[in-house]
């Protein structure tokens, strides 16, 4: 996975301080994380959904089109579904 878009968007951010960008990549991580432990633990379509919305708009604002795409498929497939679970927690700890 290429991280390109978020390195661009933490260097437009922070400049060169490496340790902000680690901070900022480290606090985006950690927010798709709870966003798909949310998914994980959803018991309802509609917080499924909600869930999958808030990662793709999270995604969405860092650029991250892999993440989108997966959030968009979860949003479209059935809620708990765990294939695309594993994929989404696959992709957040390539960009931790």
Same mark, same amino acid.
């Given at each position: 996975?290429?991280s390109?878009?978020?390195?661009r ?6 400049g060169?301080?490496a ?13 798709a ?10 018991r309802c379509?509609?917080?499924?959904h909600i869930?999958a ?10 650029g991250?089109?892999p993440?989108? &795409?997966?959030? &968009? &498929? ?7 579904d765990p294939a695309?679970?594993?994929?989404i927690?696959k ?6």
């Amino acid at each position: 996975f290429d991280s390109g878009p978020l390195d661009r968007y933490l260097s437009a951010a922070v400049g060169d301080d490496a340790k902000i960008a680690l901070d900022l990549r480290g606090a985006f991580a950690a927010s798709a994380r709870d966003l798909s432990d949310l998914m994980r633990r959803a018991r309802c379509d509609a917080n499924w959904h909600i869930a999958a919305l808030r990662l793709k708009g999270l995604a969405a604002t860092f650029g991250i089109i892999p993440l989108i &795409e997966l959030a &968009e &498929e979860a949003m479209a497939g059935a809620p708990g579904d765990p294939a695309v679970l594993r994929q989404i927690n696959k992709v957040i700890d390539s960009l931790a």
